[in-house]
């Protein structure tokens, strides 16, 4: 498949220019919400206006100066976000509208970055954006931390604060807003709460999600640095790690972490990397030692034998599928009560998401942008891209069951441009 260069009227049918502009598409705006994002959580300013405004000055530079680059994968994060805005008719209430106004917003931002990633590769490099996706691995593991110390506390935001009651009452709202620090679950018959970290996400799958789509990133920072400073930051980091990790009883958060090890020590090998792979096989046995020292798996049969949450989410698929068949093309346009549970159906993985509240036609495209961009880069250059590749891998499976907010549709973009540009051979080693 080729990838074509070309200026903004391109898009729209005339004769490609294999061109770069001649002012580069500068980095701030990108590297603005990656280093800035503790900031806007204390502010509650990630999604609005953080990130619309972002979104809307990335889009400004490539349309004053002209200028994309459209390889594959964009057709399908832009045709996702006009299907998403179509399926607005689907809306029944002024809450659910809030809410998809919100999915919107997040998905059209994502949709941007990706494509200014793309195109603005002479700045920003590769190691500039591995290094910012790595400091959000920092500061989600400091967020589990902190849910760790501060479990019944929630953070108030200014923008929250502003908010008049109608909207902020919204149980949706209210966690973008008024975050807490953990999630707190009582279900009958459990000996003591579950104390699960999930700052700076509102709940504990979403820090989960985030820990394993970045910790690949952070290997990746790892093999790519020089600096032992950073390095041996990234050591304590993830053995810090260990504790809020433990304490989110994530079943699927510790499998996935293990197959993306198990994966990058694979392609490692077939790289005749020995040394690489000796270390890592190392430090995961002895993390593996630690979690089952601590009593991990002693963990995991509490929280099932009181949670029963394989048994919910199955009877919640079923359902899924079942409303979706009488909603094919545009789905609800949001997540709608439940009709046998307390769980709201359109959750509990995005895929379900997707395909309750867009159809199976949004469904489609944004398995065609994620599958797509991981098949199409699985020839990995170096070991750096190798450790990218796996957060593409356990992100395509993760979906099912884990639900994505900014943080980790961001970063999964942000990993498939870089990828992706290095296939077509647009970007270079660094």
Same mark, same amino acid.
């Given at each position: ?105 997040? *998905? ?12 603005? +590769? ?108 950073? +390095? ?18 994530? +079943?699927? *958060? ?48 509490? +929280? ?52 309750? =509240? ?36 356990? =992100? ?35």
């Amino acid at each position: 498949m080729r990838v074509r260069e070309m200026s903004w009227t391109d898009l729209v049918g005339t004769e490609p220019t294999r061109r770069l502009p001649s002012d580069p598409l500068p980095a701030w705006p990108l590297l603005t919400m990656l280093w800035g994002f503790p900031l806007m959580w204390v502010l509650g300013l990630t999604v609005v206006p953080g990130a619309v405004t972002m979104a809307v000055v990335m889009l400004g530079f490539m349309l004053v100066r002209r200028y994309a680059l459209w390889v594959p994968g964009v057709g399908a994060l832009v045709g996702l976000c006009l299907w998403m805005a179509a399926s607005a008719v689907m809306i029944d209430t002024g809450p659910r509208m809030l809410g998809f106004g919100f999915r919107l917003a997040i *998905m059209s931002f994502v949709a941007i970055a990706f494509v200014y990633t793309v195109a603005a +590769r002479t700045r920003l490099t590769r190691r500039r954006l591995v290094h910012g996706l790595t400091f959000l691995w920092f500061f989600v593991i400091v967020g589990g931390v902190l849910g760790m110390l501060l479990p019944g506390t929630r953070l108030t935001t200014p923008v929250g604060m502003l908010l008049p009651a109608s909207i902020s009452g919204n149980s949706y709202v209210r966690d973008l807003f008024f975050p807490p620090f953990a999630e707190v679950q009582h279900p009958w018959g459990a000996p003591e709460p579950f104390v699960r970290p999930s700052a700076p996400f509102p709940y504990a799958n979403s820090w989960g999600v985030a820990i394993l789509v970045l910790t690949p990133i952070a290997l990746a920072c790892f093999m790519m640095t020089r600096s032992w400073l950073l +390095r041996c930051a990234i050591i304590v980091g993830a053995g810090v790690m260990i504790f809020p990790a433990m304490a989110t009883s994530n +079943r699927g *958060m510790f499998a996935a972490l293990a197959l993306a090890g198990a994966y990058v020590l694979v392609r490692y090998a077939l790289r005749d990397r020995a040394a690489p792979v000796i270390t890592l096989t190392l430090l995961g046995l002895a993390a593996g030692g630690v979690l089952v020292w601590q009593g991990l798996f002693t963990q995991f049969e509490v +929280r099932q034998e009181y949670g029963q949450s394989n048994g919910a989410r199955f009877t919640l698929y079923a359902e899924t599928i079942q409303r979706t068949l009488a909603s094919p093309l545009l789905g609800y346009g949001a997540p709608r009560p439940s009709a046998e549970q307390a769980l709201s159906v359109g959750t509990q993985g995005y895929i379900w998401t997707l395909m309750f =509240s867009f159809g199976f036609v949004g469904l489609a495209l944004f398995l065609a942008f994620l599958w797509g961009s991981t098949w199409r880069t699985r020839y990995c250059r170096d070991d750096v891209d190798v450790a990218l590749h796996a957060t593409l891998v356990v =992100s395509s499976l993760a979906i099912i069951v884990y639900g994505l907010d900014i943080i980790q549709l961001l970063a999964i973009a942000l990993v498939a441009a870089i990828l992706l540009r290095r296939r077509y051979g647009l970007d270079d080693d660094d």
